[in-house]
């Protein structure tokens, strides 16, 4: 016999049960359970690690028979029974699910949604913008920009495949910078612009992401009309990080290069750092 009937034959048994009354003339609500809506619906999801794109959903609610589950990448919608898993693969996106929770005599829950990010491959950069007349300033590390970076005082540097591809940082490439030993203390990078950038409020935060296997100094001059020198430490190693630099206080200045240290003044060790995703940005 088809589910759906069986359900349809309960709710109209339990529906005739709650009509009648007991031996004292009272509606007899022993059954009312039967009509109640699952409550407490959550849905747990796990997202794999291994770049597969691969993620385990399991909803669960208080009372539930089954769950209605829409995936949020337009793919069918998918029905399972309570204590069951789906396992999807996604492709690197942000997704939102829906999860609608049904109890035996198929009433539902309130819908309920959750959001996730899935990581299934790197990300290729395509393309930049160095022209301070065509917006704010954004640098991403591709092979064929692999002169955007000046080594100055025996630095090396070069675009590279990323070495901890994660959350944090999901470029394919990014650029690695050596300090070579026998290098200058003051080694370090210099990036000419196409035109001045103009520190307003729609740009005014510089940011770029660093990544070393030991924390580092990152020290960096903005070159214009004026020079504003500032550093920003990593606290953590083995791992991306975002360092943030606050031009809040030169609105009006101006930047046409601007020069990056590691460590800058410290003996070159041949230690090895990373960086990417270069952004001169309003916060």
């Keep these: 016999m088809d589910m759906r009937l069986i359900k349809i034959l309960i709710l109209i048994c339990v529906t005739a049960t709650l009509n009648s009354c007991d031996s004292d003339g009272l509606r007899d609500t022993s059954f009312a359970d039967f009509l109640k809506a699952p409550t407490n619906v959550g849905v747990m999801i796990k997202v794999s690690t291994d770049f597969s794109g691969t993620v385990q959903i399991t909803p669960y609610a208080d009372g539930a028979a089954s769950f209605l589950v829409d995936l949020g990448d337009g793919s069918e919608a998918q029905e399972i029974s309570a204590g069951l898993e789906i396992n999807h693969t996604y492709e690197t996106g942000q997704y939102e699910i829906k999860v609608v929770a049904f109890s035996t005599t198929d009433v539902s829950s309130i819908e309920i949604t959750d959001s996730f990010f899935v990581l299934s491959s790197c990300q290729t950069e395509t393309e930049e913008n160095i022209d301070g007349n065509a917006g704010p300033l ?97 606290t953590s190693s083995g791992e991306w990080q975002k360092l943030t630099y606050d031009l809040s206080s030169y609105h009006g200045g101006s930047i046409s290069r601007i020069l990056i240290y590691f460590d800058k003044a410290q003996a070159c060790d041949d230690s090895i750092y990373y960086f990417d995703n270069i952004q001169l940005l309003a916060e």
């Design 138 to 234: 954004n640098i991403s590390v591709v092979n064929r920009f692999q002169n955007n970076f000046t080594p100055i005082g025996g630095l090396t540097t070069r675009p590279t495949s990323n070495p901890s591809i994660s959350l944090s940082n999901i470029s394919c490439n990014v650029q690695e910078v050596v300090r070579t030993s026998g290098c200058s203390a003051f080694a370090g990078l210099i990036k000419p612009f196409s035109s001045p950038f103009l520190i307003s409020e729609d740009s005014d935060t510089f940011s770029l992401d660093v990544y070393g296997e030991q924390t580092v100094d990152v020290n960096i001059l903005f070159v214009g009309a004026d020079i504003f020198n500032i550093t920003q430490s990593t």
